[in-house]
């Protein structure tokens, strides 16, 4: 596959529980991006990578997010004690480079139902 | 406030017919305006990118403006066929610097098109 893939797909978790979502890039793609889509709404930015490092952590809306790229290329996203609200679509995007005019490609999204 | 605004927010044509979509604006310093289409349950795949002196640009039988004195983009499709019907998203990229904190979405139209 030449694409972004992320799993799992689908992902149903308890309230208060601690939820893991992994985004492999496509090969050799240095940035990478999160982002949320609530339904019917854009995509919302959470955070890029710069190979292994955040370079831009702005969009995570509060400290129970967070997210890694250790060897610069599959990243998780983490998400500590989950909340309804965090309910949405989180989609991951990959590019060659930062800025400009480089393409986005995206993942297919995990969707994170928390009850 | 950095803004992207669409309209309509859901629109259904007959197949065969052409539509306009529109999007504007109020980012600024402007960097480039993105088109995505995202059908349903799949992450977005990019349809055009147009930077500050590039006011039009065409992808098959999408074809894209840019107004960057008003601050509006178009999408414009052509012949319309049933795998149009999707939602598309007008992504605006604010220059400051290469983050990508910045990229501002719109909330999409989602067009139908019925045979």
């Known amino acids: 596959g030449a694409g972004v893939s992320q799993t799992p797909s689908n992902k149903v978790t308890e309230k208060g529980k601690y939820v893991e979502l992994r985004c492999d890039p496509i090969s050799g793609h240095t940035a990478l991006y999160w982002y949320r889509q609530s339904l019917g709404q854009g995509p919302e930015f959470l955070i890029y990578?710069?190979?292994?490092?955040?370079?831009?952590d702005s969009g995570l809306p509060n400290d129970r997010f967070f997210a890694v790229r250790p060897e610069g290329s599959v990243s998780t996203l983490k998400i500590q004690r989950t909340e309804r609200g965090d309910s949405a679509v989180y989609l991951c995007a990959s590019s060659t480079q930062v800025g400009g005019s480089d393409t986005q490609y995206f993942g297919p999204g995990t969707r994170l139902t928390v009850l | 406030k950095n803004q992207v605004e669409q309209s309509p927010q859901s629109l259904i044509i007959l197949e065969g017919k052409n539509c306009t979509l529109q999007?504007?604006?109020?980012?600024?310093?402007?960097?480039?305006l993105r088109w995505y289409k995202q059908d349903t349950g799949r992450g977005p795949v990019s349809l055009t990118i147009?930077?500050?002196?590039?006011n039009t640009k065409s992808n098959g039988r999408y074809t894209a403006t840019l107004d960057a004195d008003t601050k509006q983009s178009s999408l414009h499709i052509t012949a319309s066929q049933l795998s149009d019907s999707a939602s598309y998203i007008c992504?605006?990229?604010?220059?400051?610097?290469?983050?990508?904190?910045?990229?501002?979405f719109g909330k999409g139209t989602k067009l139908s098109v019925k045979p």
């Open positions: 990578f710069q190979g292994t490092g955040a370079a831009d």
């Open positions: 999007c504007n604006y109020t980012v600024s310093p402007f960097s480039n």
């Open positions: 992504v605006v990229s604010a220059h400051y610097g290469g983050s990508q904190g910045n990229l501002i």
């Open positions: 147009m930077t500050f002196s590039e």
